[in-house]
């Protein structure tokens, strides 16, 4: 399995309240991604990285912000949380050394964020 | 836009038969497209890569086609098991932004297999 470790796996917080979630990786892959997971939308990308301090928007990236300051920590930051982004959130990695970001999608467990 | 469309509906297939999953996409010129598993509270797990330029790919019981003509890929599991139910989710990449930009996912068709 690909080292990737989301954390928190599960949080509940208030609307209004700022959010950060953690994607480590021990792989040293080059592209990180977040994407969330609804009943009825399938999985969205919200933001991607394709190096250190190198971040593009996804589909769904209003109200959250990413930042990447060392090749394993990809961090997903919801500034006020709100109802509508209550979902679960997945990190992903690809492309090990030497290879492009055209392989496989390694996924994380996933982190449950409920907002009140 | 962009559209992938994969079974909504659950499929229910008895054991030992060829499960066969679909996906149709529009408004799309994939370089590529995979499948994966996903089971309830975990991550998807890759399957199977294949390129515009490949028809077929194999690995072990999975069987995927891609046919850019139709817009179409077939994802089949022979001698399905109970094991196999779960939830299999398609993926269009291309080499926009240098295939870094990730994957466009389906919804996903739920899969199970009767004992």
């Known amino acids: 399995d690909a080292g990737i470790t989301q954390s928190p796996r599960h949080k509940v917080t208030e609307t209004g309240t700022p959010v950060t979630l953690r994607c480590h990786q021990t792989?040293?892959?080059?592209?990180m991604y977040w994407y969330r997971q609804d009943p009825g939308h399938g999985l969205r990308l919200i933001h991607y990285?394709?190096?250190?301090?190198?971040?593009d928007k996804g589909e769904v990236s209003d109200g959250y912000s990413v930042s990447r300051s060392k090749t394993e920590d990809f961090l997903l930051t919801l500034e006020s949380a709100t109802s509508s982004q209550t979902s679960v959130y997945f990190c992903?990695?690809?492309?090990?050394?030497?290879?492009?970001?055209?392989?496989?999608?390694?996924f994380g467990e996933g982190s449950r964020l409920t907002v009140l | 836009s962009q559209k992938i469309e994969q079974n909504s509906e659950a499929l229910n297939i008895q054991e030992g038969k060829t499960a066969t999953l679909t996906c149709n996409y529009t408004?799309?010129?994939?370089?590529?497209l995979q499948w994966y598993r996903q089971d309830p509270g975990r991550g998807p797990v890759f399957l199977l890569l294949?390129?515009?330029?490949?028809k077929e790919k194999r690995k072990e019981r999975l069987k995927v086609t891609f046919d850019t003509t139709l817009k179409q890929s077939l994802f089949h599991i022979t001698a399905s098991q109970p094991a196999d139910s779960a939830t299999y989710l398609c993926?269009?990449?291309?080499?926009?932004?240098?295939?870094?930009?990730?994957?466009?996912f389906g919804k996903g068709t739920h899969l199970i297999i009767q004992p």
């Open positions: 294949i390129r515009e330029n490949e």
């Open positions: 792989e040293n892959h080059r592209y």
């Open positions: 990285s394709y190096g250190v301090k190198d971040t």
């Open positions: 993926a269009l990449g291309n080499f926009r932004g240098g295939g870094a930009d990730g994957l466009t």
């Open positions: 992903a990695i690809s492309g090990r050394t030497g290879q492009g970001a055209f392989g496989e999608l390694f």
């Open positions: 408004n799309y010129s994939p370089a590529y």
